[in-house]
């Protein structure tokens, strides 16, 4: 099976470390298209190893990929068996197009588009795909903590789903993160709740197997904002060092971390605090917050039901279950689950996704746990909390949808 990656990034290294041991041998990564030579030589060294030269075989995957700058030229001209485009976020469309329409297996990453057309452009081009099939670097959907959680919310112990609260909060090197080269860019990365909170609110609706109908919200600087060096916190300041990212093994975090630190306190458009109000197609409401600048990071979720109540810690690994007294009574009982996780980063999750992503495109009987469809529900839902925070208003979800599936409703 012959890969090719466009765009030679952190991200993507975990796609192609996990590649499944019984696999190895008949993966290949045999093409990879970067603008920077350095980034693109960086990745091909740590995943296939720095021992062969280009064009012999390594232990990895079989053969040194070759390097280019262009990935449209690569998609174009080269054979290919499977895609997987990690590039910065708005330069995701058309690399996918030009995979789509070559009928080839896909992987993107999240978000898959920042604009509604670049969305619509997404969903025509799956809708006429020759072949293949495109799935979403939705990795929270293949950690083994929320497909749990998925599980008991769909066995009924919980009764009806009233509401849910959920927080996603970002320690000192995950915010410094949202402030590293392009991400500070909000006309690149599509805004904050697009970049780094789409995976909340998808995980939200696959956990209760819904998807948004309206949503409310309010967001603002507080912290950072432009003020004086003297009242900024030491440990935000560029000079402190470059942000930490929250998945992947320290090798690849060194050979291809973002070197271009920028300050949280100068202006950027990016909000440092935000909390939302979501409404589900099922009725269930829910409370999101996420905040920069913790202690440390932290993604919890309460699931409120009317038969039992739900508290799960992601990082600790840990689901409390309560259920009251079946005969009225004033007592409950408690259950605790310690959920393990496998050795990848995202808590275990990418070596699931990974191996989801390559069985399905060596045509096995796989079906990724996000497509298109899903990474289009997260990204409107992410735009609509952008928009409802700039405007004060509650947006609904529903005409956002027929923009980009039509008149005809997608689940």
């Known amino acids: 099976m012959r890969a090719g990656l466009v765009g030679a990034g952190q991200r993507a290294a975990p796609y192609f470390r996990n590649v499944p041991n019984d696999m190895a041998g008949s993966v290949r990564l045999a093409a990879i298209a970067d603008p920077d030579p350095a980034r693109r030589q960086a990745f091909a060294e740590l995943v296939v190893g720095s021992s062969a030269p280009l064009g012999e075989p390594s232990d990895r995957l079989a053969a040194r ?14 054979e290919l068996d499977a895609v997987v485009v990690a590039t910065p976020n708005d330069q ?5 197009v030009a995979a789509m329409e070559r009928g080839l297996p896909l992987l993107v990453e999240k978000p898959v588009a920042t604009t509604v057309d670049g969305l619509r452009t997404l969903w025509q081009a799956e809708q006429a795909r020759p072949a ?7 990795v929270l959907r293949y950690t083994p903590f929320y497909e749990r959680v998925r599980e008991i919310v769909r066995s009924g112990r919980l009764g009806e789903i009233l509401a849910v609260q959920a927080d996603e909060n970002l320690g000192t090197g995950l915010t410094m ?17 697009l970049e780094k909170c789409c995976h909340d609110l998808d995980v939200l609706g696959y956990v209760l197997d819904s998807h948004l109908v309206r949503v409310h919200s309010m967001a603002s600087a507080l912290a950072f904002r432009p003020r004086p060096e003297q009242e900024q916190l030491p440990r935000f300041r560029p000079a402190a060092g470059t942000g930490e990212i929250d998945f992947g093994d320290a090798t690849a975090k060194e050979v291809l971390r973002e070197r271009v630190q920028h300050s949280p306190y100068a202006p950027s458009g990016l909000p440092d605090r935000q909390v939302a109000t979501l409404e589900f197609a099922s009725g269930t409401l829910a409370t999101f917050t996420a905040v920069m600048a913790q202690p440390r990071s932290t993604r ?3 699931i409120f039901g009317t038969e039992g109540l739900l508290e799960g810690d992601l990082g600790a690994q840990s689901i409390e279950l309560s259920f ?4 009225g009574g004033s007592g ?6 310690h959920v393990e996780t496998g050795p990848s980063g995202h808590q275990g ?13 060596a045509g096995e009987d796989r079906v990724p746990r996000a497509g298109l469809a899903d990474g289009i529900d997260a990204a409107l839902g992410a735009m609509a909390l952008q928009d409802s925070a700039r405007t004060g208003q509650a947006v609904d979800i529903a005409p956002l949808r027929a923009q980009v599936f039509g008149t005809e409703p997608v689940t």
Not at 177 to 193: E, F, I, L, N
Not at 332 to 337: D, K, L, M
């Open 92 to 96: 995701h469309v058309p690399y996918a």
């Open 65 to 78: 990929p070759e390097l280019l700058d262009d990935g449209l030229a690569m998609l174009r001209d080269h």
């Open 324 to 327: 009251p007294d079946p005969a």
């Open 177 to 193: 993160v949202q402030y590293q080269g392009w991400r500070q860019d909000v006309s690149r990365s599509g805004g904050w709740m």
């Open 300 to 302: 919890r979720l309460r």
């Open 132 to 138: 293949g099939r495109t799935a979403v670097g939705f």
């Open 332 to 337: 409950s009982t408690r259950e605790h689950e």
């Open 349 to 361: 999750g990418d070596a699931v996704l990974a191996e989801t992503f390559w069985r399905t495109a």
